[in-house]
């Protein structure tokens, strides 16, 4: 970590404060590593003149950030500067997990954990300062809560805000912020060399393992930080560049010693401090991360960074409803980002697995806002839950597509959580408790109706967890057949539902034991993980108020044949997800399905259990569709259900009435109203008009006759 006598960002010091004193609001801009993540918020809780301008003895300050492993590293590294246990007077909140008390000044949070506390008694009121950072990132719930924060400013004089980031559109959020100053700290950055050399997208772990190898038997010192789309690919590449270096040794070649390390978000906070560990002697580190290393944090000793070009990323299309995790160019902005993490210690040098003409003509200049790509569900619920009853009309600092809103309001209605007004009913407001996807929060609570909610709590767990299979690269033949039939072994024909809930059954009865899971290829951080998010969706459970709902009927119709627990949790899915059922097509290719909620066809994907046994049911549903592209998707989570408990759900996909659901009927109503009365004004006015111009007549006759 950098160490105080070189953080730029400590000669603005006074600068900020001072800003601070005589606004609400500061946008501050700077390069990566110059300090502003931790520093800014130490500036704030020790300074008396801020203190006493916000009339408080103690200033406490919320730092947000987009990703949980950024939360963690900043709020350790900012305990350790202040010598101080993390957890007392600096601390982090993340989903699933708290480090924070009473006695926390400092707190560390992502913005998602930020916008729940926004929906609690207290709602911001338990700080003074709030920090958000990595703004230029544009997440869903950072967007949200400068909405949010901009009302309160309004409320609340002594409220002050801080937008930071690396590089931010200053103007687009000054503007935002009824101009609000800006500090723009100058950073310290070595010369980087930046080299081009075209690869085949699809063998982009090839090329970047190849690359580091290449750096680590050529070139001076300096680690690596490799730029990866997904945990996937940086797990392969990881293994791939172990099992190369070892074939190199065994030929006879002097390599010296590396150290070989993964970075993303899904992993645990202990793997994820090995990362900024220092390097032992004489021996180069290299660094396979997701996109979570260009801004979030900061690993110093970087030398050299390889850039594939491209980032994975999540888009919704409102049209057909489908999330596609697409692997897309990344924007000219990232690459700067990128390149810049190699001169932060040293010159370096940047490794760019893309042409010129690449970065010139296919990189657009700035990220696309997650807001214009993703699922609004949960954003419209968690507005409403605050009482925002026109979501159209929130300040938004960018607006959503209409077609996008319209979709978050079907779904929602689908699911109970509004009623055909538009208005959040008592079921969504329990439901908007979860940290979780709005159907799934609402399996969790029919389960507590249909009597199988603890193996609800179990499959919605492992659904919020990482992938829980152990990926094996097809270049290892014999592990990866080993693999293929340890992991079959679990499947179930009625689909992948249960095939998670027998992995997590087998595996606690075998005392949860880290071998069985490598004896299975199965993920032991996942299944960790999935048991931690279990134990937090159990507390919330205990608080749920269940009002009356359909399943009351329905499960009393429907318990006789619902035998088993495994019975009654597929049941619970469809409560969840019936607007997602699907009939099998009859004449045709198998594995292909008709969707009742717009008849388009849909194709199971080949790592299904039901495909991978050829065990296609007639009627399913299915809670995850994906694909490469927004046009075609496949479904790769599914269970069998019975064509009886759909017959009563279904036909409210069709008793939808959009504009009075969007509020628009009323719009309507009121502007013929408005309309009416205007007409009706002009026409007064006419009348008057012809009564002065008769009276004036009547007197004109008078005078001159």
């Not at 925002?388 to 979709?407: L, W």
Request: glycine share 6%; hydrophobic share 35%.
């Amino acid at each position: 970590m950098s160490s105080n006598q070189v953080l730029p960002i400590l000669e603005y010091q006074d600068e900020i404060l001072n800003s601070l004193l005589h606004n609400q609001v500061l946008i501050v801009t700077g390069e990566p590593g110059c300090g502003k993540s931790t520093k800014l918020p130490q500036f704030c809780i020790d300074s008396k003149s801020l203190s006493q301008k916000l009339k408080t003895s103690k200033i406490s300050v919320a730092v947000t950030q987009p990703r949980r492993v950024a939360a963690i590293a900043m709020a350790k590294r900012v305990s350790y500067e202040r010598r101080c246990k993390l957890g007392t007077e600096v601390g982090y909140c993340i989903r699933f997990e708290d480090r924070s008390s009473l006695k926390t000044r400092i707190k560390y949070l992502t913005d998602g954990v930020l916008l729940r506390e926004c929906m609690g008694i207290k709602g911001l009121s338990n700080y003074n300062i709030i920090i958000l950072d990595e703004a230029h990132e544009r997440s869903l719930d950072t967007d949200i809560l400068m909405g949010l924060l901009k009302s309160h400013l309004i409320s609340n004089p002594k409220f002050r805000l801080i937008v930071t980031s690396a590089t931010i559109d200053v103007n687009l959020f000054s503007k935002y912020f009824s101009n609000a100053p800006i500090i723009s700290v100058s950073g310290r950055q070595f010369d980087v060399e930046i080299l081009h050399s075209a690869c085949k997208s699809d063998r982009r772990v090839e090329y970047v393992v190849n690359a580091a190898i290449r750096i680590h038997l050529h070139e001076g010192p300096g680690d690596i930080l490799a730029f990866l789309t997904g945990s996937d690919e940086c797990e392969s590449a990881k293994s791939l560049c172990f099992e190369t270096l070892q074939r190199l040794v065994s030929k006879g070649k002097s390599v010296a010693s590396m150290l070989m390390l993964a970075l993303y978000g899904a992993m645990s906070s202990e793997e994820q401090a090995k990362v900024f560990k220092p390097t032992p002697v004489d021996c180069r580190k290299v660094i396979f991360s997701t996109n979570i290393s260009e801004t979030s944090i900061t690993v110093d000793g970087i030398g050299f960074v390889i850039d594939c070009g491209y980032v994975k990323q999540k888009q919704f299309n409102p049209a057909n409803s489908l999330d596609a995790l697409t692997v897309v160019p990344i924007s000219k902005q990232q690459a700067k980002q990128r390149t810049g993490r190699a001169g932060r210690t040293q010159a370096g040098k940047c490794f760019r697995l893309y042409s010129e003409s690449f970065f010139n003509e296919q990189m657009q200049e700035n990220i696309t806002a997650e807001i214009h790509r993703a699922n609004l569900a949960s954003v419209v619920l968690v507005l409403k839950s605050l009482g925002i009853s026109n979501v159209t009309n929130f300040s938004f600092i960018e607006p959503p597509s209409g077609d996008k809103i319209t979709q978050a309001y079907k779904l929602l209605y689908y699911i109970g959580a509004l009623d055909e007004t538009g208005d959040i009913t008592l079921l969504g407001r329990e439901i908007a408790k979860f940290p979780l996807d709005p159907a799934y929060s609402r399996c969790l609570v029919s389960s507590i109706i249909c009597k199988c909610s603890s193996e609800m709590l179990t499959l919605v767990s492992l659904l919020s967890s990482e992938n829980i299979w152990q990926n094996v690269p097809k270049s290892i033949l014999t592990k990866y057949e080993e693999a293929k039939n340890a992991q079959h072994a679990f499947l179930d024909k009625k689909g992948d539902h249960l095939t998670l809930l027998k992995v997590h059954e087998q595996w606690k009865s075998q005392g949860r034991k880290q071998q069985w899971c490598y004896d299975n290829y199965i993920n032991y951080r996942s299944m960790l993980q999935a048991d931690d998010i279990r134990d937090q969706l159990k507390a919330i459970m205990r608080i749920i108020r269940v009002p009356s709902l359909i399943e009351d009927q329905l499960f009393e119709e429907f318990k006789t044949s619902l035998k088993t627990n495994l019975a009654k949790v597929r049941f619970a899915l469809c409560i969840g997800f019936y607007m997602n059922a699907g009939r099998a097509i009859v004449y045709g290719q198998e594995g292909s399905y008709l969707a009742v909620r717009d008849n388009s066809m849909l194709h199971v994907d080949k790592s299904a259990s039901v495909a991978i046994l050829d065990s296609y049911p007639t009627w399913i549903i299915y809670t995850q569709l994906s694909g490469t592209t927004l046009a075609h998707g496949t479904i790769k989570m599914l269970s069998k259900v019975k064509s009886e408990w759909l017959e009563q759900l279904v036909p409210k996909l069709e008793k939808i009435n959009l504009n009075k659901l969007l509020g628009l009927a009323n719009e309507k109503r009121q502007r013929s109203d408005s309309e009416n009365e205007e007409e009706k004004t002009e026409q007064v006015g006419e009348n008057v008009k012809e009564k002065i111009e008769q009276a004036k007549q009547r007197y004109l006759k008078r005078k001159f006759n």
